[in-house]
Structures are given as C-alpha cells and as structure tokens.
T-cell receptor
Framework: AIQLTQSPSSLSASVGDRVTITCRASQGISSALAWYQQKPGKAPKLLIYDASSLESGVPSRFSGSGSGTDFTLTISSLQPEDFATYYC???????????FGGGTKVEIK | EVQLVESGGVVVQPGGSLRLSCAASGFTFDDYTMHWVRQAPGKGLEWVSLISWDGGSTYYADSVKGRFTISRDNSKNSLYLQMNSLRTEDTALYYCAKDFGVGGATFDYWGQGTLVTVSS
C-alpha cells in the first residue's frame, strides 16, 4: 500500500505568515493527490485536487504543487480562519487502497 | 445544495453488527461513486469503502474487508454500510462522502458523520 508522510505534524504560525506543508508518497503517484482542511468538530473540506487544482470557492491563498513523490500545500498569507488540520490523500491506487497522510495541525503562535 | 446526512451510529459490543445510512440530496445521486471514510477519536482519516454509481463495483480497505458491506439504493438516494464482527478498533466517526466524479477518488462533499462506539 502507498504510504503518505506529512511534515511537519504540527506547526505554529502567525497571521500573515507563509505556511508550507509537505506530503511525501512511498512511491510515485503522478498527480493523484488531494488536500483537505479539517476544523475541530467539522467534516473535512476539499481544498486542492489533482495536486494543484484549486477547488471552487477556495481562496486563492491556497495552492498545491508537486508530482511523483513530493507534494506541497502552501498558504501564502495565513488568515485566522486557516487554523486547522490539513490532510493529503492519494488516489493513484484507485480503486484500491486510497490513503491519507497523518495530518498537519496549524496552530496560532 | 449538496447534503449528506449520516445516521445509525450507536454503542455496540465487540462482535456485534450495525448498519449505517447516508441520505443524499442536492445532486444526481446515481451519477456518482460514493465512499465511507472514518476517523477514530483524536486520530486521522481512514478510507473505508467505495461503491460505483450503479452498485456494480465495491472496494474495501484491508482493515474491514470481509466484515463490512457497502450498498446503495438509488431509488432512495441512500448509501449504506453494514458492519459485522465489530472490533474496538472500529470505534470512529463514520463519514459519508461524495466522489468528485472526474478520474480517481477525491471527496468533494462530506456529511457531518455518525459515531460508532464498539465497547463492552
């Protein structure tokens, strides 16, 4: 099964900071990667699909990049509503073994 | 507006059975693959199962294969998860999720989840 490793597992940042989260796949997955945001007590929300495509309605400060094994989610200027946990998810092995990364919690500094 | 509303989560003893339901609205249900994804308390997300638009294809995570069965009733816009031989490690919030619909599996809408607790 394809494993996804996110780093860091948590980070502290201030409003206005540029934040980058990394997701590394155990084998190449082309661009078959999505990013989600989850706030406490809420369901996850799709941010990015196909590694770099912004989901409709998601602010443009969010961006995704990468292909193969290394991917990044970048928040260009962190806003108060962005404090949450972020997950990557691969679907290269679809329909078998869809997997998520372990999550990155973004906290207020 | 797309809505997914899960129900059926309760406290059940190890070895027991449970059936979860998900009522869908706001989109053409039988056009889309649907999924169940779970989240153990304080933990990350784990994909559980998917079913194709017509119910003809189903897939499962290794952790639930042989114990869980996914199904759908397109006439009722409903998705189901039959859970048998439940284990304590199945304790989680179970989400119903709609597939994005274009190649691969990305989850563009989620319900609010239903909590399953497996405990004696």
């Amino acid at each position: 099964a394809i494993q996804l490793t996110q780093s860091p597992s948590s980070l502290s940042a201030s409003v206005g900071d540029r934040v980058t989260i990394t997701c590394r796949a155990s084998q190449g997955i082309s661009s078959a990667l999505a990013w989600y945001q989850q706030k406490p007590g809420k369901a996850p929300k799709l941010l990015i699909y196909d590694a770099s495509s912004l989901e409709s309605g998601v602010p443009s400060r969010f961006s995704g990049s990468g292909s193969g094994t290394d991917f990044t989610l970048t928040i260009s200027s962190l806003q108060p509503e962005d404090f949450a946990t972020y997950y990557c998810q691969q679907f290269n092995s679809y329909p078998h073994g869809l997997t998520f990364g372990g999550g990155t919690k973004v906290e207020i500094k | 507006e797309v809505q997914l509303v899960e129900s059926g989560g309760v406290v059940v003893q190890p070895g027991g059975s449970l059936r979860l339901s998900c009522a869908a609205s706001g989109f053409t249900f039988d056009d889309y693959t649907m999924h169940w994804v779970r989240q153990a308390p304080g933990k990350g997300l784990e994909w559980v199962s998917l079913i194709s638009w017509d119910g003809g294809s189903t897939y499962y995570a290794d952790s639930v294969k042989g114990r869980f069965t996914i199904s759908r009733d397109n006439s009722k816009n409903s998705l189901y998860l039959q859970m048998n031989s439940l284990r304590t490690e199945d304790t989680a919030l179970y989400y119903c999720a709609k597939d994005f619909g274009v190649g691969g599996a990305t989850f563009d809408y989620w319900g609010q989840g239903t909590l399953v607790t497996v405990s004696s």
